[in-house]
C-alpha cells in the first residue's frame, strides 16, 4: 500500500510557495512530510527526489530520506521523513560548514555511475519553477555559459536593449577570463539559501528542496551570500576542510547572476536592476 493512502490525518504547514506542504500522520501513528501539487507537475518531485538521493548517498550532511513521490487521484507529492525540529547545537554553523565542505569534495563520479565525473546531472531539474539544464559537460565554463546562462538570458530578452544584449555577448564569449575550471566536480545542492537550511533532530543543519547538479563548489558559496549572509564561523569552517579560494569573491556575483536572472525570469522586473549592475561589472 502506498504510503499516501496510509496517510489518516494531515495539516497545512510552511513550505515555500510552489508547493503545498504537510505534516502527516499515518495509520501506524508515525509522522511524515508531504509536498503536493498538480498531477501535471510531477516532474518536479521526481527531480527533488533524484537530487536528495544523490546528496544523501555522500554520507557527509544531513539530508530527509525520500519515502515516496508520484501520482495521486488530483494531485503530485513526494514524502519525506519528517524532522522533528530540536534546539541547534552550539557548534551549528561550524558543523555545517564542515558538513558541506565534505560532501563538496566526496567524489562525484557516483552520480554518474562511473570513476569520473562531468560537470552537469544526469537528468534535468528545477530552479524554482524554471527547467534548468543538466547537459554533461567536461567543461565548467562551458557548461556554466550553455546550461546556465544562456538559457536565463534568452528567456528575459524582451527587458534587454540593443546596448545590454551586445554586454551580455561579450560577457559569454569572454567568460572563461573570469571563471576558472575547479580541480573536480562537486556535488551541489543548486540553490542554498537559508530557507532551505533546516535544523534537525540532531540539532545540526539539514538541507533541503535541492536544484542539484555537479559544479564549481563556489557556486553554493556564493547562494548563501545572495540574500543574506551566513555567520562568519560557517565559512571559517567551511574553509578548514575544503580551501575558499583568494579569487572567489571575483566571481561570486556572476554566480548570483544565474540566480538573479531567474529571479527575473520568474518574479519580474524588480531584479533587473541587479542583473544589469552585475552584467555592468564584469563588461
Same mark, same amino acid.
Given at each position: 500500500?502506498?504510503?499516501?493512502?496510509?496517510?489518516?490525518?494531515?495539516?497545512?504547514?510552511?513550505?515555500?510557495?510552489?508547493?503545498?506542504?504537510?505534516?502527516?500522520?499515518?495509520?501506524?501513528?508515525?509522522?511524515?512530510?508531504?509536498?503536493?501539487?498538480?498531477?501535471?507537475?510531477?516532474?518536479?518531485?521526481?527531480?527533488?527526489?533524484?537530487?536528495?538521493?544523490?546528496?544523501?548517498?555522500?554520507?557527509?550532511?544531513?539530508?530527509?530520506?525520500?519515502?515516496?513521490?508520484?501520482?495521486?487521484?488530483?494531485?503530485?507529492?513526494?514524502?519525506?521523513?519528517?524532522?522533528?525540529?530540536?534546539?541547534?547545537?552550539?557548534?551549528?554553523?561550524?558543523?555545517?560548514?564542515?558538513?558541506?565542505?565534505?560532501?563538496?569534495?566526496?567524489?562525484?563520479?557516483?552520480?554518474?555511475?562511473?570513476?569520473?565525473?562531468? !560537470?552537469?546531472?544526469?537528468?534535468?531539474?528545477?530552479?524554482?519553477?524554471?527547467?534548468?539544464?543538466?547537459?554533461?559537460?567536461?567543461?565548467?565554463?562551458? !557548461?556554466?555559459?550553455?546550461?546556465?546562462?544562456?538559457?536565463?538570458?534568452?528567456?528575459?530578452?524582451?527587458?534587454?536593449?540593443?546596448?545590454?544584449?551586445?554586454?551580455?555577448?561579450?560577457?559569454?564569449?569572454?567568460?572563461?577570463?573570469?571563471?576558472?575550471?575547479?580541480?573536480?566536480?562537486?556535488?551541489?545542492?543548486?540553490?542554498?539559501?537559508?530557507?532551505?537550511?533546516?535544523?534537525?533532530?540532531?540539532?545540526?543543519?539539514?538541507?533541503?528542496?535541492?536544484?542539484?547538479?555537479?559544479?564549481?563548489?563556489?557556486?553554493?558559496?556564493?547562494?548563501?551570500?545572495? !540574500?543574506?549572509?551566513?555567520?562568519?564561523?560557517?565559512?571559517?569552517?567551511?574553509?578548514?576542510?575544503?580551501?575558499?579560494?583568494?579569487?572567489?569573491?571575483?566571481?561570486?556575483?556572476?554566480?548570483?547572476?544565474?540566480?538573479?536572472?531567474?529571479?527575473?525570469?520568474?518574479?519580474?522586473?524588480?531584479?533587473?536592476?541587479?542583473?544589469?549592475?552585475?552584467?555592468?561589472?564584469?563588461?
Amino acid at each position: 500500500m502506498a504510503i499516501v493512502d496510509k496517510i489518516v490525518r494531515r495539516e497545512r504547514i510552511y513550505g515555500g510557495d510552489i508547493n503545498k506542504a504537510w505534516r502527516a500522520e499515518l495509520k501506524d501513528g508515525s509522522v511524515v512530510f508531504m509536498k503536493t501539487n498538480a498531477p501535471e507537475n510531477a516532474a518536479f518531485f521526481e527531480a527533488e527526489a533524484k537530487g536528495l538521493e544523490a546528496m544523501r548517498a555522500t554520507k557527509t550532511i544531513g539530508i530527509p530520506e525520500v519515502l515516496e513521490y508520484g501520482v495521486a487521484e488530483d494531485y503530485s507529492y513526494l514524502v519525506l521523513e519528517y524532522l522533528k525540529p530540536a534546539p541547534k547545537r552550539p557548534d551549528y554553523w561550524e558543523t555545517f560548514g564542515r558538513e558541506l565542505a565534505k560532501m563538496h569534495k566526496a567524489p562525484a563520479g557516483a552520480v554518474w555511475g562511473k570513476s569520473t565525473a562531468l !560537470f552537469g546531472f544526469p537528468s534535468d531539474n528545477f530552479i524554482g519553477y524554471t527547467k534548468q539544464m543538466n547537459t554533461p559537460s567536461a567543461s565548467w565554463v562551458d !557548461f556554466y555559459r550553455d546550461c546556465r546562462l544562456v538559457p536565463q538570458i534568452k528567456m528575459a530578452d524582451h527587458y534587454f536593449d540593443t546596448a545590454t544584449r551586445a554586454k551580455f555577448t561579450k560577457l559569454l564569449d569572454n567568460l572563461g577570463s573570469f571563471l576558472e575550471e575547479p580541480a573536480a566536480p562537486s556535488l551541489l545542492h543548486g540553490d542554498l539559501w537559508s530557507g532551505n537550511i533546516l535544523c534537525g533532530p540532531d540539532g545540526k543543519a539539514w538541507i533541503l528542496d535541492p536544484a542539484c547538479y555537479c559544479g564549481h563548489a563556489e557556486v553554493d558559496l556564493a547562494m548563501t551570500q545572495l !540574500f543574506s549572509q551566513l555567520p562568519s564561523s560557517f565559512y571559517s569552517a567551511y574553509n578548514e576542510v575544503n580551501a575558499i579560494s583568494p579569487e572567489y569573491t571575483d566571481r561570486r556575483d556572476l554566480y548570483h547572476l544565474y540566480q538573479l536572472l531567474n529571479h527575473l525570469n520568474m518574479f519580474g522586473s524588480g531584479y533587473l536592476g541587479e542583473v544589469i549592475s552585475i552584467l555592468n561589472e564584469y563588461v
